[in-house]
């Protein structure tokens, strides 16, 4: 089934919902490659992605949060940086722009490279009037 988020008679039938609409409509536009492979971690209220870059320095990445959406983006080698001589070409550095639709109370904590895998610490932060309380009977 195919949801149109455009159509007139959903729009006007779903009120206060406008960032959530337009997240949804956002992913179902991406198409994901399998390039680079990515591995995904939770523990209790943190969250990790974990992304294989071999051979792609850290001031060759772009990482962006905006509006709910976790951008990593990588505009392939240069020409400067290839050598003419190799022989075999196994270790992909190709262009890559990686998207993840983050919930609203997900908050990154920071961003690490090293060894070729680069590491994103995410936290849940729920707020106060979000949490379990004990109420009090009189």
Known sequence: MLIN?????F???VLGF????????RI???????YPPYNIYKDGLKFQIEVALAGIEKKDLDIELCDGALTIKHDGPNATSENSET???????????LKFTLAEDLEVLGASLKNGLL???MERVVPDHKKPRVIEVK
Not at 18 to 25: G, I, P, Q, Y
Not at 28 to 34: C, F, I, R
Not at 87 to 97: D, E, P, T, W
Request: aromatic share 6%.
């Open 87 to 97: 022989l075999h070409k196994g270790i992909a550095k190709r262009a890559f722009k």
């Open 119 to 121: 590491t994103i610490d």
């Open 5 to 9: 988020f455009t159509d007139p008679m």
């Open 28 to 34: 179902s536009n991406e198409s994901q490659t399998g």
């Open 11 to 13: 729009s006007n039938r």
């Open 18 to 25: 406008e960032n959530l609409v337009d997240r949804l409509e």
